[in-house]
């Protein structure tokens, strides 16, 4: 492999188009006037026409892939080539992200010099027909947005290589690939219009009630705080009640300090370890937080 296609296939994702590629592509793409052949293109660019003076290999554009070392006398993709088509490929669909997608991939089938020059024209054509069949089955999705167009080859009249080893024979059987990129203008965002607000009342719509309306506690409003029970102490009357809801003596200790150190949480959730409630639990930490915050006359 050269160590440009070496460089192109290893690549994931490259977008290259030189002025000759897109110079050409443009005329054929948006129907201006075709010249004979991109080298004619650069022959007149250079000074002279194409009859008048004959295109070296530095003049050539250069083309944004080479799927060269086909097999030879062969027109199929081995694995190799396979995939760097589809690597190819998948640029194309990612570069539709862009502002600037390919629009435009032109392909050119050549051959070594192995051969008479008719039969290598055809082998040529062979070769980029078969890039060409493989691309669009990637690329379907973008069909009528992209097109593909396989010039006619040059067979082995224009080498990359002097073809006398087996290595330039090797590179020398290639298609190359041209691309020209388009600019895609963004379509503005479509947004579906809002439903209009109804801000209508409802004929049968009352004012809500202002007054805030609590759930009642286990007490009426204006009841006393009830009082221990004559001749017991709080401890005693608190020790009694929950010894009455079976609750480990251990656990009444803890519940015990909680209340006269007056951290009622604490007491919540000690009587909720102890199975203690809903409105008895309300009930009794109502009594006791009254009784522990009233002084003793």
Same mark, same amino acid.
């Given at each position: 492999?050269?160590?440009?296609?070496?460089?192109?296939?290893?690549?994931?994702?490259?977008?290259?188009?030189?002025?000759?590629?897109?110079?050409?592509?443009?005329?054929?793409?948006?129907?201006?006037?075709?010249?004979?052949?991109?080298?004619?293109?650069?022959?007149?660019?250079?000074?002279?026409?194409?009859?008048?003076?004959?295109?070296?290999?530095?003049?050539?554009?250069?083309?944004?892939?080479?799927?060269?070392?086909?097999?030879?006398?062969?027109?199929?993709?081995?694995?190799?080539?396979?995939?760097?088509?589809?690597?190819?490929?998948?640029?194309?669909?990612?570069?539709?992200?862009?502002?600037?997608?390919?629009?435009?991939?032109?392909?050119?089938?050549?051959?070594?010099?192995?051969?008479?020059?008719?039969?290598?024209?055809?082998?040529?054509?062979?070769?980029?027909?078969?890039?060409?069949?493989?691309?669009?089955?990637?690329?379907?999705?973008?069909?009528?947005?992209?097109?593909?167009?396989?010039?006619?080859?040059?067979?082995?009249?224009?080498?990359?290589?002097?073809?006398?080893?087996?290595?330039?024979?090797?590179?020398?059987?290639?298609?190359?690939?041209?691309?020209?990129? !388009?600019?895609?203008?963004?379509?503005?965002?479509?947004?579906?219009?809002?439903?209009?607000?109804?801000?209508?009342?409802?004929?049968?719509?009352?004012?809500?009630?202002?007054?805030?309306?609590?759930?009642?506690?286990?007490?009426?409003?204006?009841?006393?705080?009830?009082?221990?029970?004559?001749?017991?102490?709080?401890?005693?009357?608190?020790?009694?009640?929950?010894?009455?809801?079976?609750?480990?003596?251990?656990?009444?200790?803890?519940?015990?300090?909680?209340?006269?150190?007056?951290?009622?949480?604490?007491?919540?959730?000690?009587?909720?370890?102890?199975?203690?409630?809903?409105?008895?639990?309300?009930?009794?930490?109502?009594?006791?937080? !009254?009784?522990?915050?009233?002084?003793?006359?």
């Amino acid at each position: 492999m050269s160590r440009q296609s070496q460089w192109l296939f290893e690549a994931p994702f490259v977008l290259e188009s030189d002025h000759h590629t897109n110079l050409y592509a443009n005329q054929e793409y948006y129907g201006y006037p075709q010249l004979e052949s991109e080298w004619e293109i650069a022959g007149q660019q250079q000074g002279a026409s194409s009859e008048s003076k004959r295109i070296t290999l530095a003049m050539r554009p250069k083309p944004h892939l080479n799927l060269d070392r086909f097999m030879f006398d062969k027109a199929s993709l081995t694995d190799r080539l396979r995939k760097m088509v589809d690597n190819f490929a998948n640029t194309v669909i990612l570069s539709w992200n862009l502002t600037q997608p390919i629009v435009v991939i032109r392909l050119i089938g050549h051959t070594d010099n192995t051969g008479t020059e008719k039969y290598n024209v055809g082998l040529g054509a062979r070769r980029a027909k078969a890039v060409e069949a493989a691309l669009w089955d990637k690329l379907k999705g973008l069909s009528g947005r992209i097109k593909i167009v396989v010039e006619p080859s040059p067979g082995e009249s224009e080498p990359t290589a002097d073809n006398k080893t087996k290595e330039d024979k090797e590179r020398n059987r290639r298609v190359e690939v041209f691309i020209t990129t !388009g600019v895609v203008t963004p379509a503005p965002p479509t947004t579906k219009p809002k439903k209009p607000v109804d801000l209508r009342l409802p004929k049968d719509w009352q004012p809500p009630d202002s007054i805030i309306r609590a759930k009642p506690g286990p007490y009426k409003f204006g009841q006393p705080i009830p009082s221990r029970p004559p001749g017991k102490s709080l401890q005693q009357w608190v020790d009694k009640w929950l010894r009455d809801r079976n609750v480990p003596k251990w656990l009444q200790r803890k519940i015990r300090d909680a209340i006269f150190g007056k951290d009622f949480g604490v007491v919540n959730s000690l009587l909720d370890a102890a199975g203690v409630n809903g409105s008895q639990k309300a009930a009794f930490l109502e009594v006791v937080r !009254g009784l522990v915050n009233t002084p003793v006359p």
